[in-house]
């Protein structure tokens, strides 16, 4: 069903950027290397749709621009429906010999807020069309190009601007939608979830988004620095952290049959190696109050609440653990 | 004017008419989201798609708001682009209005004018585009299903030009217009199609320094709708505002070329006079009004009353040399709104007519006359009375009261 291209370094070090330096986002970015990366792994012409959001701000201030492909932005819940118009009209224009290229493919991006709240109508329309695109979520977790609000991609327990953490309530009291899995109940062809981190099975998802017929979803992990409160050097150990603690587990489901990607197997067959959530969660500030005798209750939330979305989601991939013993 | 090719006359009402002319009018994407009393164009275009007698994709969205996304972005990538609306839709598309002028996108899209909620009402008046006036469309408002029909097919014409790039509404009567069934001279699919032509793109220089052509076009890459920060936005805004302008002989120039391939034109396109030269009296009115008010002129000239009817055509841009130019000789004058401004003074026509009048030395006695919301009818015999009043007025050289209600319980 996907070619079998398998993407080295080298690959990626000689093929162009089509995401270009000089943009404006904060140092150790998670969505710019993301965007970065993806662009890496497109299959030919290519054309960019972005929702509002800090991509679309940083990236396009006239009269300049990091995008060396077409590129356009309409609104903040649009990225589905603009990838919906163009390629209806790429289809259309083509039939008509309207434009020369054979294949032009189409990429919508969009962050969480754009995705799982405002930009849910627009793209679960257009995935029920069965529009032929790939829908890139980079996912950081919050609305962080106006000031670090709550989403509905938001975690439970984070400490937002309007979800703060007070003396009576302990940051967002609600749990993170679990976007991919209502994407995968849409029956499209190809639902998957990435983390930089791991960025060869990142590029092959991203190929496979765009190689196959109808729509794909593409659910990115992306670490904000500035709205985590975190190390701005540590978003990429951040990426890694999240897969490894099976908070943010890698997965994909080809019409619908889940499977686990390697890096998540390997806490799947060797459980030993799945890490407390606590890593993780320790640190960024925006869960520091869950370090604190008043809140500590919610750490043990979490971990329970993160242990039972993982084995739902080793069920749906029809993996039974090993015994410990064994 | 003769006709100078072929015509075929098919019963349409309003909708089908506007049906017929997206049809022909060799239109690349429809996306759209049914509304009474909209729904019969889109359906009846489903139905040509269904049969394979269009070439174009038709794109059933969730919502009004994305359909007119999807027609934006169709648009910026190279596309001809059509959508249909009415009220709640419109309304719903609010945002998208302002980013499809902004972004110089040449859709077109009919709109069956219909009163907004609440309380909710299907029938027809013109709150739902008066709302949308200042979101840079062009706005035309249709007689009947014939100039429903021409319209449309001009439409195109005029939102493609390079010198325009902007997109137009045209409005025609929910029910009065969209239902009804009217005898339409319709012209050969060559004949549209030839005279809507192919779209042509302006040539702008690309970040990469290169001359390219304003779409989405893999080979020469381009930003489209970017972040425009304090230092460029004004710019843009100040673009759109003279590419209105550059509408206004555009407008009249398509409307002449039509009259020529059709025998029929409106009026100078924007604004269409009906026994104006001599009036002393005149009625200003959009839509359908005018063919009752054109009714009851007949009846009073019959009478040896000198009195007039100015249709304005187009609302935006406003033909304000038009206005002044029609009017400055007339003794009274009242001004037609299907719609409110609350808490304004009177409605959104009047607004405009009574500042287009005021630079003139001496202007004409005016009052305004809202009517209609809602779907109520308006009768002969009210427009009689408009004109009655008007008489009054220029007797007395008084007006009593600048903002009237017709056939209103009070
Ligand atoms: C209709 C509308 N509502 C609100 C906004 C303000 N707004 C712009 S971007 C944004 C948040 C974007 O969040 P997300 O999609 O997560 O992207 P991020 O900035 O985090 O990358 C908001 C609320 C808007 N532009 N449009
Ligand atoms: S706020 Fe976060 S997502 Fe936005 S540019 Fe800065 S690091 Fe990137
Ligand atoms: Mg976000």
């Known amino acids: 069903m996907f070619s079998e291209w398998k993407f080295t370094a080298k690959d990626i070090a000689e093929k162009p950027d089509l995401f270009l330096s000089g943009h404006r986002a904060c140092a150790g970015c998670g969505p710019a290397t993301v965007l970065r990366l993806i662009m890496k792994a497109v299959r030919g012409p290519t054309i960019v749709t972005n929702a509002t959001g800090c991509m679309e701000v940083v990236a396009s201030i006239y009269p300049y621009t990091s995008w060396a492909t077409p590129w356009l932005h309409t609104a903040f819940e649009t990225a589905a429906a603009n990838a919906a118009g163009i390629e209806t009209a790429l289809k259309i224009m083509k039939k008509k010999s309207k434009i020369k290229q054979e294949q032009i493919d189409v990429i919508a991006l969009a962050g969480d807020g754009g995705t799982y709240d405002i930009g849910i109508q627009a793209l679960s329309g257009a995935v029920e069309r069965g529009h032929d695109f790939l829908f890139v979520l980079y996912d950081n977790e919050a609305y962080m190009n106006t000031g670090i609000q709550r989403s509905g991609g938001t975690p439970l327990g984070a400490s937002t601007t309007t979800s703060p953490a007070g003396t009576a309530i302990p940051g967002k009291l609600e749990h993170k939608k679990p976007i991919a899995d209502i994407m995968v109940a849409h029956g499209m062809p190809y639902v998957a979830t990435a983390s930089p981190y791991y960025w060869r099975d990142l590029l092959v998802k991203v190929r496979r988004g765009i190689e196959v017929n109808g729509p794909a979803f593409l659910h990115v992990f992306a670490p904000c620095p500035r709205g985590w409160r975190s190390d701005p050097a540590k978003s990429i150990e951040l990426s890694r952290l999240a897969v490894e603690t099976c908070i943010f587990p890698l997965w994909e489901a080809v019409n619908s049959e889940y499977q686990l990607s390697a890096p998540s197997k390997v806490m799947a067959l060797s459980p030993q190696k799945k890490k407390l959530v606590k890593e993780y969660l320790q640190v960024q500030g925006r869960f520091r109050h869950l370090f604190t005798p008043k809140y500590e209750k919610m750490l043990g939330d979490i971990q329970r609440i993160t242990d039972e979305r993982w084995q739902r989601l080793l069920k749906k991939c029809g993996i039974t653990q090993p015994a410990k013993t064994a | ?70 027609c934006l972005a169709a648009s910026a990538t190279g596309a001809r682009a059509f959508t249909a609306s009415a009220s709640a839709g419109l309304a719903l598309m609010h945002e998208m209005l302002f980013v499809t002028s902004g972004c110089r996108a040449p859709v077109v899209m009919a709109i069956a004018n219909r009163a907004l909620s609440a309380p909710l009402n299907i029938h027809g008046d013109h709150s739902d585009t008066m709302a949308q006036r200042d979101s840079g469309w062009i706005q035309m408002y249709v007689e009947n299903a014939q100039e429903a029909y021409d319209s449309i097919i001009q439409a195109f014409r005029i939102a493609e030009n390079l010198h325009v790039l902007l997109p137009v509404i045209v409005g025609l009567d929910g029910f009065t217009l969209s239902h009804t069934l009217e005898n339409v001279q319709t012209l050969s699919d060559e004949a549209v199609k030839k005279f809507v032509g192919t779209r042509q793109f302006p040539k702008v220089m690309s970040h990469e320094g290169k001359t390219v052509p304003f779409r989405l076009d893999p080979e020469n890459p381009m930003s489209m709708g970017p972040i425009a920060l304090p230092n460029y936005y004004f710019e843009f805004k100040r673009q759109q505002e003279e590419a209105m302008r550059n509408a206004l002989s555009v407008i009249q120039h398509v409307n002449e070329e039509f009259g020529k391939i059709s025998g029929r034109s409106y009026g100078d396109g924007l604004l269409d006079p009906y026994m104006l030269d001599d009036a002393e009296i005149a009625v200003v009115c959009l839509g359908s009004t005018a063919g009752t008010v054109k009714a009851v002129v007949n009846e009073l000239r019959a009478d040896g009353v000198k009195a007039g009817v100015l249709r304005m055509r187009t609302f935006r841009p406003l033909p304000v040399d038009g206005i002044v130019d029609a009017l400055r000789k007339v003794k009274a004058v009242a001004v037609m709104d299907r719609s409110m401004s609350f808490g304004g003074s009177g409605g959104p026509v009047f607004h405009e007519v009574r500042h287009a009048l005021y630079d003139l030395p001496a202007h004409p006695y005016i009052v305004n006359y809202i009517y209609g919301l809602g779907g109520r009818d308006t009768s002969p015999t009210q427009i009689r009375q408009i004109f009655e009043d008007l008489r009054g007025i220029v007797q007395t050289k008084r007006v009593e009261s600048s903002v009237k209600y017709v056939g209103l319980r009070e």
């Open chain 2, 1 to 70: 004017m003769k006709s100078v090719v072929k015509q075929e006359v098919l019963a349409l009402n309003g909708d089908e008419a506007v049906a017929y002319a997206v049809k022909q009018s060799d239109v690349d994407v429809v996306a759209a989201y049914p509304i009474t009393p909209q729904t019969i164009i889109v359906e009846k275009f489903s139905e040509y798609v269904a049969n394979g007698e269009v070439e174009t994709e038709f794109v059933c969205t969730e919502s009004e708001h994305s359909a007119l996304t999807a």
